[in-house]
């Protein structure tokens, strides 16, 4: 009767109390994440080609947007790449100094992709009000800077967190993942800015 009422025992003494990458299910939730926004992005895109299907002129304005600034924030955005890598590299070793570093870094290319973002919406030559193509427009460079401002405040937030002893355990699998979806940001940053100042030109 006593073999019988044993229970089996697992030691899981050593394994790590965190982790990064595949390994965590948060990291899987954020893949999630990227998916269904991407799958926004994608509708978007495609309402953007099939209305340039119905018009001999695109766009239906006298110019185009104002590639300049457009230019310069894709600059910026891909620039921005360089802290968030560090950021993802230095998250596993706990070191807050390098962690702080890294999301200071990219707290200020974020703020400089704001900025430079209200300059391109002072650029884009058409309201959202004026026709399909305007409307269009807004709503991918819109859905674009909703997230850009979120990814800020989540980096901020994480910023803010990595001066208090809380930056530790899950804290720094999270800078890693917040690496991850600064990554989706930057990519479609330059999707959008390609439809919204190349097609306009090439297309």
């Known amino acids: 009767m006593d073999s019988v009422r044993q229970r089996p025992v697992l030691d899981v003494s050593d394994l790590p109390s965190v982790a990064f990458g595949r390994s965590n299910t948060t990291w899987l939730a954020n893949v999630f994440y990227m998916m269904i926004e991407g799958t926004m992005f994608a509708l978007l895109f495609a309402s953007y080609f099939y209305l340039r299907t ?6 239906p304005i006298q110019a ?6 457009g230019i310069a924030n894709g ?8 802290p968030a890598r560090y950021a993802q590299k230095v998250a596993p070793t706990g070191n807050r100094g390098k962690i702080q570093l890294a999301l200071a870094g990219l707290a200020v290319f974020a703020i ?7 300059f391109e919406l002072a650029n884009l030559n058409c309201r959202w009000y004026e026709n399909a193509y305007g409307s269009i427009v807004w709503s991918l460079i819109g859905l674009h800077t909703g997230h850009l401002i979120t990814e800020f405040l989540e980096t901020a937030t994480l910023l803010g967190v990595s001066f208090t002893p809380k930056m530790e355990g899950t804290r720094l699998a ?5 690496s991850d979806y600064w990554y989706f940001v930057v990519v479609s940053a330059v999707l959008v800015d390609f439809l919204i100042y190349g097609t306009t030109r090439f297309l």
């Not at 600059?75 to 360089?82: A, E, M």
């Not at 400089?112 to 209200?118: D, E, I, S, T």
């Not at 999270?174 to 917040?178: E, K, Q, R, S």
Request: charged share 10%; no cysteine; proline share 9%.
């Open 75 to 82: 600059i910026v955005f891909l620039l921005s790449l360089i």
């Open 112 to 118: 400089v992709n704001m900025v430079l973002r209200g």
């Open 64 to 69: 185009p947007p104002n590639v300049g600034y």
């Open 54 to 59: 119905r018009t001999s002129s695109w766009p």
């Open 174 to 178: 999270d800078v890693a993942i917040n």
